[in-house]
DNA sequence: TAGATTGTTAATCGATTAACAATC
DNA sequence: TAGATTGTTAATCGATTAACAATC
């Protein structure tokens, strides 16, 4: 496929053409009248927008279930950011190889942040845990956070903003489970 | 604690006090004037619009990694759901115990559904297979989808609505290298 | 040129916020 | 009764949709 309308975007998006044209024009005159979007070139800008090529020097913390699944479910690199360390407090799991990269104890955080200067880190750790070791993260230089503990991170710094992606796949379920129980409800 | 004002929740849930009065209001009138709200009552009231306690009937499918972390991290029985069954079409895996729940072969799904009737489904399988087996639960039955998979379902029914919860943990991902790219742009 | 489809402005809609009377 | 805080209405804001002139 060459070019794609607005119309066809919005279809298969389930959105409105408008939507789609006013919200591609914030970033720029993307299409050309009578003709639509070229398909190569839209890809290629809105990667651009995303920063889909940026390799973020990402660090994953925590390899129970979750944080192993993580590792090798997501693509990175495809997302922007690199997986450059991963981390756990259980030395049993270090030294193991995790999606290409070798689990390190904890311990040894603060030395590999010094050296290596992730900007991203993904948080597969316990409640109790995550506020603390965010803050700790913030101080050593990480500016992203993918938090998959149950805490609702809000991070604060003086000069750069911290920005935090807060997972709550319960929330996912229960809306669900109160979709099922009001299934036939009015108005539906 | 006893009570708490909409004034406090908002504060801690970072929204305003008129959303929060507004919004409970919808759904009844939890609070009293000059007090507030009873955190017992509401969070029961809260509980029971949701559906926390119907347990429905929910089955697994796909037991990779991400599929095996869902089942062991998520408490289904505190979002209203039952994990019954576990399905996987690699017989190597079929036998083995994954949170109390013996994976089954996938050609033994059809007769589970006859016999037990779930209403949920969870799929933890490749973009390729999510439509047709979705389309396939939908006829046995299955009114709600917990969509792991990188396809975007939409499912339709004559009679009844179907629910679908579309996961997409790599779009999450990418608002962060995105917000990582634009750190410091203007009107921040 | 005629047809198609964007970019962009104006109109509509819904959600958020502010305000305040009701009332515990 | 006085103070506090809800329930609820009105005002504001932003996002979505519709419309159309620009133009490829």
Same mark, same amino acid.
């Given at each position: 496929?060459?070019?794609?309308? #607005? ?10 053409? #408008? ?6 024009? =914030? ?47 997501? *693509?990175?690199?495809?997302?922007? =950011? ?11 799991? =270090? ?8 689990? *390190? ?65 319960? *929330? ?12 036939? *409800?009015?108005?539906?």
């Amino acid at each position: 496929m060459i070019r794609i309308s #607005s119309r066809e975007l919005a279809e298969r998006m389930g959105l409105t053409a #408008s939507q789609i044209r006013q919200d591609l024009n =914030c970033f720029g005159g993307f299409g050309q009248q009578g003709y639509g979007y070229n398909v190569t070139e839209l890809h290629a800008q809105i990667g651009k927008i995303l920063g889909v090529h940026a390799g973020n020097k990402t660090i994953l913390i925590g390899v129970g279930n979750l944080g192993k699944a993580i590792a090798q479910h997501i *693509d990175f690199e495809k997302r922007g =950011c690199k997986l450059i360390g991963i981390f756990d407090s259980n030395h049993a799991l =270090c030294g193991k190889q995790i999606a290409g990269v070798t689990v *390190d104890p904890i311990e040894t955080l603060e030395a590999f942040c010094a050296a290596n200067h992730p900007v991203m880190a993904v948080l597969c750790i316990p409640k109790t845990a995550a506020h603390d070791l965010a803050h700790q993260l913030v101080k050593l230089g990480v500016r992203a956070f993918w938090n998959f503990s149950h805490y609702d991170l809000r991070l604060e710094h003086e000069q750069e903003q911290i920005i935090v992606e807060n997972v709550h796949l319960g *929330d996912s379920l229960m809306t669900l489970a109160y979709g099922l129980q009001h299934q036939g *409800d009015a108005h539906e």
